[in-house]
DNA sequence: TGTTGTTACGGGATCCGTAAGCATG
DNA sequence: CATGCTTACGGATCCCGTAACAACA
């Protein structure tokens, strides 16, 4: 089965047929990109682009695919948004703050951390902005 | 937005309302059931499931998602399998062995790996092979 | 020859199982 | 008090970006 940044890669790779833009969308790099496309292919044995370094096409196989999921597909995150936003009760603004050591001087709104394990708390942070915000 | 294992879970969990019998049919532990569950809740705030360490149940949210996430799911799988059995040409059998010295008595059948990177091979095979065989 | 896709490699995050903890009926 | 969900912890895997490489027009 295809993982979820997959399906994310092959959708829009599929519309831009072209490894740079949808690096671009996506936020990665475009060796990411190539790397994400080219695994389910080993996989599975399933080409489902054709490309050289000018074109890039999607197959037959990989055609089909793109029709079959890219429905179903935004239906799973339309039902996913639609179960967020009904399910928080009140909506406002939050800033939040690192601060990389101990004694900064004290800051008058929003939450503050420790800098400890800093980027676990930050990606953690985005990644509930992300699912609350329904946008990168 | 819900990786893969956890959109199994979630399906697996909202139909058996069970971690043990959850974590048997996705082949996994239960404690990785419970993580894997609670993950999304708190990233996004929204509980799923009303949970005591005798009693399991849906929320209403969680409904909600289920029936918004259930027939999608089912597309975007059979969608895959349907593209997978349609690329591959022929069928037959392969067994494969994995040999753990190097002089070992020689193999009348099948493929045949050095020991080397043993389970990453071992990985990589059983991935592809559920792939093409579209069962676990 | 420049643009674009691929391969190599090292680091950090995450998934996973085992084992211990805790709570419900 | 026994079943069953959760937390703690260590290890393997995988995702990711940077940088060097390759190939097409």
Redesign the interface.
């Given at each position: 089965?295809?993982?979820?940044h997959e399906?994310e890669a092959f959708l829009t790779l599929a519309e831009e047929l072209h490894f740079g833009r949808t690096a671009e969308r996506l936020r990665v790099s475009t060796a990411r990109i190539s790397q994400t496309i080219a695994k389910p292919e080993r996989?599975?044995?399933?080409p489902l682009f054709e490309r050289t370094s000018r074109r890039v096409e999607l197959t037959a196989?990989g055609r089909?695919?793109y029709?079959?999921?890219r429905?179903?597909?935004d239906?799973?995150?339309?039902?996913?948004e639609?179960?967020?936003a009904?399910?928080?009760g009140l909506t406002g603004t939050l800033r939040v703050a690192f601060v990389p050591f101990e004694d900064a001087p004290p800051l008058r709104w929003g939450l503050l951390w420790r800098a400890d394990n800093a980027t676990a708390r930050l990606r953690?942070f985005a990644?509930?902005a992300?699912?609350?915000a329904g946008t990168a």
């Amino acid at each position: 089965m295809l993982e979820r940044h997959e399906v994310e890669a092959f959708l829009t790779l599929a519309e831009e047929l072209h490894f740079g833009r949808t690096a671009e969308r996506l936020r990665v790099s475009t060796a990411r990109i190539s790397q994400t496309i080219a695994k389910p292919e080993r996989r599975t044995g399933i080409p489902l682009f054709e490309r050289t370094s000018r074109r890039v096409e999607l197959t037959a196989a990989g055609r089909r695919l793109y029709e079959g999921v890219r429905p179903a597909w935004d239906q799973i995150t339309g039902a996913f948004e639609q179960a967020v936003a009904s399910g928080r009760g009140l909506t406002g603004t939050l800033r939040v703050a690192f601060v990389p050591f101990e004694d900064a001087p004290p800051l008058r709104w929003g939450l503050l951390w420790r800098a400890d394990n800093a980027t676990a708390r930050l990606r953690a942070f985005a990644e509930a902005a992300h699912d609350l915000a329904g946008t990168a």
